[in-house]
T-cell receptor, first 114, second 112 residues
Framework: DTEVTQTPKHLVMGMTNKKSLKCEQH?????MYWYKQKAKKPPELMFV???????INESVPSRFSPECPNSSLLNLHLHALQPEDSALYLC?????????????FGPGTRLTVT | DAKTTQPNSMESNEEEPVHLPCNHS???????IHWYRQLPSQGPEYVIH???SNVNNRMASLAIAEDRKSSTLILHRATLRDAAVYYC?????????????FGQGTTLQVKP
């Protein structure tokens, strides 16, 4: 099973709402990632978790709060977002953070902030 | 971090081979060359990676120049399903941190 699942597929939220995105993998991978992709642009790395600890935060605003409750799950908590945060949010996982490891991506959550 | 240069777009005909080029003239000795693709409305998909030698897998082949300053992703027989954005990415500049930095990629169109 090389699948990374993400829920929900689509999310519409107001600027005052709090919502969460969920990502799950059962490949035994110990590294998990959040990416953001705007329309017609390449994905941009947001966060890296290694062995359930946050190892990289690419200067992401605090209205995005990641959480890794266990080795299979990765959440992204959203609060007080802006319309420019509307994008496709992608989760990925890999065996580790080594440069020789490939990353497996989920289908993404398409977020619209109104 | 070493950068890659890819053509913005390429076209191919269905059932013909496709050679997607990537230039990386500032590659360092420890940089791996990774290729990912992203089909419309999907997340990126790993294709292949290599360090020095040519690599083959069920999806594609990766040909790496002897001086490693360029590489070519080879799809042996293009299908309509291969229409996607193909990203050539160097990994090594961030020291095994997991960082995967996407460039603009090459948009491949496959004509029936």
């Amino acid at each position: 099973d090389t699948e990374v699942t993400q829920t929900p597929k689509h999310l519409v939220m107001g600027m005052t709402n709090k919502k969460s995105l969920k990502c799950e993998q059962h490949m035994g991978h110990r590294a998990m990632y959040w990416y953001k992709q705007k329309a017609k642009k390449p994905p941009e790395l947001m966060f890296v978790y290694s062995y359930e600890k946050l190892s990289i935060n690419e200067s992401v605003p605090s209205r995005f709060s990641p959480e890794c409750p266990n080795s299979s799950l990765l959440n992204l908590h959203l609060h007080a977002l802006q319309p420019e945060d509307s994008a496709l949010y992608l989760c990925a996982s890999s065996r580790g953070t080594g440069d020789n490891y490939e990353q497996y991506f989920g289908p993404g959550t398409r977020l619209t902030v109104t | 971090d070493a950068k890659t240069t890819q053509p913005n777009s390429m076209e191919s005909n269905e059932e013909e081979p496709v050679h997607l080029p990537c230039n990386h003239s500032t590659i360092s000795g420890t940089d791996y060359i990774h290729w990912y693709r992203q089909l419309p409305s999907q997340g990126p998909e790993y294709v292949i990676h290599g360090l020095t030698s040519n690599v083959n897998n069920r999806m594609a082949s990766l040909a790496i120049a002897e001086d490693r300053k360029s590489s070519t992703l080879i799809l042996h027989r293009a299908t309509l399903r291969d229409a996607a954005v193909y990203y050539c990415i160097l990994r090594g500049g961030f020291g095994n941190t997991g960082k995967l930095i996407f460039g603009q990629g090459t948009t491949l169109q496959v004509k029936p």
